[in-house]
């Protein structure tokens, strides 16, 4: 599909409209396919819905029960971290 090719669609007694079957093949937009639909001064834009809501860390931080040892310090994690690529480098 060219760039500049217009393509035209119609809207249904039901407010329905159907994209083109090249958009859809473009943009891998299968049956099912949520959208977010946007009001632009140029019209109307069409974008894939996020999975999910998006979400700060400070409103779920601290969330997921913890019952065990104490919880490690960053200096902990890190070494946990650089201990296992040492140990998975020395295995390849």
Known sequence: ???????????????QII????IRLKREWDAGTR?????????????????FVETRPQDVFGLLPYSGDKPKSIEEMDA?????????????
Do not use: H, I, Q
């Open 80 to 92: 946990g971290v650089l201990a296992e690529a040492r140990r998975r480098n020395a295995r390849d």
């Open 19 to 22: 994209l083109p079957k090249a």
């Open 35 to 51: 959208l977010t639909v946007e009001e632009t001064p140029d019209g109307v834009l069409l974008k894939p819905a996020p999975a």
């Open 1 to 15: 599909m060219a760039s500049t090719e217009k393509l035209t669609t119609t809207v249904s007694t039901k407010g």
